[in-house]
């Protein structure tokens, strides 16, 4: 009987920490610093990273690139963090459910799309991206001077989305196990490669070798600064869709932030992309599977090669695991197993393997613009929950579907919440494009993200003390009346 009520509870636990029930601590996969670092480095040190670092070597001086991409990245990461995973954590839910008390029941569907829009986007590009790389590699040993194989390249990405299926298929519990092993890898991998490209030229002749001044995006210190710091706060912006997932699974209030900053941060990101620019300017190229080759050898290049690509799976794990929770919040997806949500969502890679170029193409333009998306919602989640909630929120009325929701605002939607994302994507296009690099001409001494995250800030709070001023809309006056008032809840 005991073996039974065990059994029960693992399964009610394995559907609580899949689904969108809130995660009670005791269910929590992070217990410790350690695991949750670990997971973090996963998230932070995508092989997109690389790629990253060759745009900071392009800014025309790679160490006040890399200095400016980390300063950029830690500065914003914090507010992000806050701003994204406080609600998540002190109630367990995940980001859609837990924006329903700033953007609105019904608005909260905004950042349900962008969430599955950005994981999902993400995710393919770097399945695509682990099959060109897989694909240069073959052509690298053995088709020299040839062009790549794009039926190989095909089914490489294509083993790598049954991979991740049977892997998630259990559940998230294999995100904390898998990445105990993928988060090291990356970082051995990551230190090997930065040996390799110093080998033979110190670290600081390295790290003042620049691209040529006709390939550089600009040659003025200043502004090469202040692309540095822009590139790192828009990465910093992108962790808005994916933290809120992962704080519902953070067990102690003290590591919400800490491990997180360290590990997405500094080490993934920060580590991992200043390793790509100091690699690209060492070796000319921006594959880092044919500067991995041309540094290390065929040999030792496909083993390290191989085992980067095969470190992917716990980004790619992660992300679709956010994804999977949050498309629950779609009632035909509510009603499914975990399994098979996942099969769905991985089923556009199928088509994404025949089409890798494409979809590097298309879809990095389209993740180019995160930054703007994202500004003015974390702003809002930041100032609603912090200063004008001061961290009272009705966890019951985030299920509430109808206009008994303390949240329902107008019909369903914080319309003063819409208004600023507006606001903050227009504030920060005009500041700074990230497609064309062309800026604003105060974008030299302020960047674009912080003074349009800032902006927001002020807004929002200003026109929302008129309305709780002048009104009930959003729950925030008399919460201790509306917490005792009885209402249908449902997922």
Known sequence: MSNSGEDVSGLISRETLAGRLPVPGSARLYN???????????????????????SIAYIGNTSIGIAGYVIGLMMTLAPMYLASGMLSYRHGVDPVDAAKSALGTRGSALLLLMILVTTLG??????????????????????PGGGIDNTFVALVSIFMLVLIWVLLRKGPAMIAM???????????IAAVVLYLVT????????????VDPKLAYT??????????????????????????GMARLIHKRKHLVTPCLLGAGLIGAGFTTAVGALAAVATGSTEPAEWVVKTA??????LIVTILLLANLGTLVSFFYLAGVSVQQIRFFARMRWDMIIAILLLPGIVVAFET??????VMNWLAYNGAMFVGIAAILLTDYLLLRQQKVLPGHLFVKTSDSAY??????????????????????????????????SFRYIGAAMPSFALCIVTYYAAMRLVIASSDKGGYRNVAQLALKKVSVGL
């Not at 170029?357 to 298309?362: E, F, T, V």
Request: glycine share 14%.
């Open 32 to 54: 410790g610093f350690g695991t949750l670092l670990g997971a973090a480095i996963a998230i932070g040190a995508a092989s997109f990273n690389y790629l990253f670092g060759a």
């Open 122 to 143: 993400w995710s393919f590009v770097l399945v695509a991206m682990t099959g060109q790389a897989a694909g240069r590699l073959q052509q690298v040993l053995f088709n």
């Open 178 to 188: 898998l990445t105990r092993f993928t988060s090291p890898a990356i970082l051995i």
């Open 199 to 210: 080998r033979d030229v110190s670290f600081s002749t390295l790290l003042h070798t620049n």
């Open 219 to 244: 040659t003025d210190p200043l502004l090469q600064l202040a692309y540095g710091v822009e590139f790192g706060a828009s990465n910093a912006l992108t962790i808005v869709p994916f933290f809120g």
């Open 297 to 302: 050898g065929n040999g030792l290049g496909t």
């Open 357 to 362: 170029d494409w979809l590097i193409a298309h």
């Open 408 to 441: 329902w605002f107008w019909g369903g939607v914080n319309w003063v919440a819409m208004g600023v994302i507006v606001l903050g994507v227009c504030s920060y296009l005009s500041l700074f494009n990230p497609m064309t690099l062309a800026v604003g001409g």
